[in-house]
């Protein structure tokens, strides 16, 4: 067995196991460390269906959600599995005077030239009549917004990436990374494995793969979790009939959901609506205060889909504290490279991935990804103030 490796990726969620497979794809010689099972339930990175969009409240994102698609598409075409299912999505905002929120994502779609339509709370409920709204909502639409299958597109990536002679080690904790003259070491129970470049995508448990380095992010963890309801009318939820919606607001005010995929029942939560936790102090009991804020709104808004409770998952959210990813080279090390993903990357998870196998191999990447370096004032200025809605 080699224990010696072109690269070396830390963490196989959904960026790792993108990493994994861009890098492959570029001909290096990976190996993928993973602590736990390829697709466990303690990260960030589970579930049937995650949003995916090209709407986003600023230009950072907006100029990389087109790639989003792209490469999910090269994804979809090796593998010839279906990843992406288009349903449309709406971004609605209870307005008082003008909106907080719904004037940043037009803006910054109106700068990419990204088609939308602006709704009024009329326009939505004859589209769509499962909702219930006051005449003081409003929305955006956007066409081509749908749901990714996170499980499906993570098991895709490290089978493609396994095809091309990627090593995957699961059940493997790193106990510690140290660089050294021409690359670095990674070592675990078993073994010390010695890299050129180094990528890791360890979402909680970021700072403690950190801890060598002289790097310590100010990360936030918290426990979030999502809810499947069955509804009594399955057609009207469809997704050929329901789009993907994200209720914007403040805290403990922003919602979002999607329509039946996965199981038969929709899927809904609250955005940073859980408590903060660390990796090991997590549970996998659902927050009953979370459970009843979600109640409230679907009941309130949405009451269609407020039916019988199949089940409620847990989840952790890493959030930086402008909410922002980080996707970088960490200072003084540019053999290693660092994404984190701030609680809602998986949408960008395989153009993410490409962006770390760009700065792995080449040192730099084709997009355009300034915003989420570590040297920006988030990260650096200790008096900065977390804001964690956008």
């Known amino acids: 067995m080699s224990t010696s490796y072109d690269v070396i990726v830390i963490g196989c969620g959904g960026i790792g196991s ?31 269906s995650r949003i995916v ?15 989003t698609f792209s490469a999910w598409r090269t994804i979809e075409e090796e593998s010839g ?14 307005v008082d005077g003008a909106p907080r929120y719904l004037n940043h994502y037009a803006a910054a779609m109106a700068t990419a030239a990204i088609p939308f339509e602006t709704l009024s709370a009329a326009e939505v409920m004859a589209r769509w009549p499962q909702f219930q709204l006051p005449e003081s909502v409003e929305a955006l639409y956007q066409a081509d917004a749908g749901l990714v299958d996170a499980r499906r597109a993570n098991a895709a990536h490290i089978a493609l990436a396994r095809a091309r002679g990627a090593t995957i080690r699961t059940g493997t904790p790193v106990r510690a990374v140290c660089p050294v003259p021409g690359g670095i070491e990674v070592a675990t129970d078993e073994h ?15 700072n403690r793969v950190l801890q060598n380095i002289g790097l310590r992010l100010p990360l936030t963890i918290t426990q979030e979790q999502v809810t499947y309801f069955q509804p009594t009318d399955l057609r009207a939820f ?11 607001g403040d805290a403990r005010d922003c919602f979002y959901g999607l ?5 038969v029942a929709i899927k809904a939560g609250q955005d940073v609506g859980g408590d903060v936790v660390t990796a090991d102090t997590r549970t996998f009991e659902p927050n009953p205060r979370a459970d009843a804020d979600l109640r409230r709104f679907l009941g309130r808004y949405l009451p269609g889909a407020l039916g019988l409770e199949l089940y409620t998952r847990t989840c952790l959210y890493t959030l930086t504290p402008d909410r922002d990813f980080v996707i970088d080279t960490v200072p003084g090390h540019p053999q290693i490279s660092l994404a984190v993903g701030a609680g809602h990357a998986f949408k960008f998870a395989g153009l993410i991935g490409r962006i770390l196998s760009q700065l792995a191999l080449d040192g730099h990447s084709a997009y355009p990804i300034a915003a989420f370096r570590l040297d920006r004032p988030a990260l650096t200025d200790p008096s900065y103030q977390p804001a964690f809605m956008v």
């Open 238 to 248: 469809a997704p050929e009939r329901f789009p993907i919606w994200i209720w914007h």
């Open 81 to 94: 599995l279906q990843l992406v299912v288009r349903t449309g999505g709406l971004d609605l905002e209870l």
């Open 18 to 48: 993108a990493a994994t497979y861009w890098l492959s794809r570029a001909g290096a010689a990976v190996l993928a460390i993973e602590q736990f099972a390829l697709g466990h339930e303690r990260g960030e990175s589970q579930d049937h």
């Open 192 to 206: 010390t494995y010695r890299a050129e470049r180094l990528v890791i995508t360890a979402g909680p448990w970021s």
């Open 53 to 67: 969009r090209l709407a986003y409240h600023a230009p950072a994102y907006t100029a990389l959600t087109r790639h």
């Open 259 to 263: 329509p039946v995929y996965g199981e």
